[in-house]
């Protein structure tokens, strides 16, 4: 894969955020320290979340902080997603999640088929960008992935398949039996979300995953608090994480 | 309360490590800044767990730990722990452990009640500490709390009786009735450590207690690994919770 394209390019305050586009459907973001040489540094993998993509503001901020603590971090936009074009099924399933929220119907038997469909398009694209991404000066594996809620149903089946993937913090998930076989061949350290009052994912079913893990290194953190209340230490502690697994 | 003696002193590295003992039965270690004016800074209290005391090295390693992160520690030896008189309960209970632990009988049928009957006698011990150690000139309430297995039977009990401690880290410690009232009337800021595959305390049972409390900021983390396999780097998770809780 050799056509890597940087569409755009912006530097500020020491981190060099470069957008780009890889064949025909790739696109995404690429932080990197600033200063020449570029440093060399592991990367790690942003999975967006649904309905996001790879310029949304949490991207951006994990990004920027990534690279200040000493690594790169690359997002790619999610089939479906960004400026990408929605399939039949995408309008479909975005609908009936739409449905389901409004009528306080459980959303986790839409969401999580759905986005394990994604992750079958999604994982060949990372795949792509991680051939494209090494070839360049000053990346260094292997990576990191950090990604949750459709992040993790894209990034659990990523780690399975791809052995560059060397730590991963997921969180805010389903159990699912397909899911959980591929979490099951992941051995590498994991660090695991999990909201204790989660309005939409039951206790035991992000447990069930958490415990679906291979990994002999596996924390789960597990906050009080709603599905969208993760805490903001927690990128501090995702941090750390990685500095404790990618540092040779 | 105006007993307090310092019976030795040392310093090593920064860190002033001073003996005490208070009344009869008090005995403990002061781990402080050595830097004269001592600086002022908050205090952690260590709770030691079963068959330990407050000289053990987890003790002195975390004491040393928390001066160096701008922290007071203290330490106190639980009732029959250390150099302290055993009762005929204390022979009784500690032969029974011995006996269910080499017969593979299990064992928190008779840690939790033993313990909790050792917090009625220490709860009032860790009060007067904290009355003497107050008025010391450089340390600053409120305090912090961090006590695993027994030290969780004597903190959380301590905790719920006195508004003094503001933030806390327990776990590695099974379910109980009288326990989780406790908890129940605890509202501070909790980090819980629980072993996802400890040999002698149910998951469902650490997840129980855990879930008992009754704080709004609450963070769950659930390492792989057996009873004793505590990860180390828990250690520098303690210290930025109390950083961003006992900081004002």
Do not use: C
Not at 167 to 177: L, M
Not at 190 to 195: A, D, G, N, W
């Amino acid at each position: 894969m050799t056509d890597l394209q940087f569409i755009s390019t912006t530097t500020t305050d020491g981190v060099l955020e470069r957008e780009f586009t890889l064949g025909d459907s790739i696109h995404g973001m690429l932080w990197s320290p600033a200063a020449p040489p570029a440093r060399s540094a592991p990367l790690v993998l942003l999975g967006h979340g649904g309905g996001r993509d790879a310029k949304a503001l949490p991207m951006v901020g994990r990004g920027r902080h990534l690279v200040a603590a000493g690594f790169h971090a690359v997002a790619i936009d999610a089939p479906g997603h960004g400026e990408r074009p929605r399939t039949a099924l995408d309008d479909q399933q975005i609908a009936a999640m739409q449905e389901a929220m409004s009528t306080g119907v459980p959303v986790g038997p839409i969401v999580v088929p759905y986005n394990l469909h994604l992750a079958e398009r999604a994982v060949p694209e990372w795949q792509a960008t991680l051939d494209a991404l090494e070839q360049l000066p000053g990346i260094d594996g292997p990576f990191g992935y950090f990604g949750l809620n459709m992040g993790t149903a894209i990034g659990v089946p990523l780690a399975a398949a791809d052995a560059r993937v060397a730590a991963a913090v997921f969180g805010i998930f389903w159990y699912d039996g397909t899911l959980a076989e591929h979490a099951r061949r992941i051995t590498v350290p994991v660090e695991f979300l999990l909201q204790w009052d989660d309005q939409h994912i039951p206790r035991d079913s992000g447990l069930a995953l958490f415990d679906a893990f291979a990994s002999t290194e596996k924390s789960l953190h597990a906050n009080a608090g709603a599905h969208k209340e993760v805490p903001r230490f927690e990128v501090e502690s995702m941090v750390r994480f990685f500095d404790r697994h990618l540092r040779s």
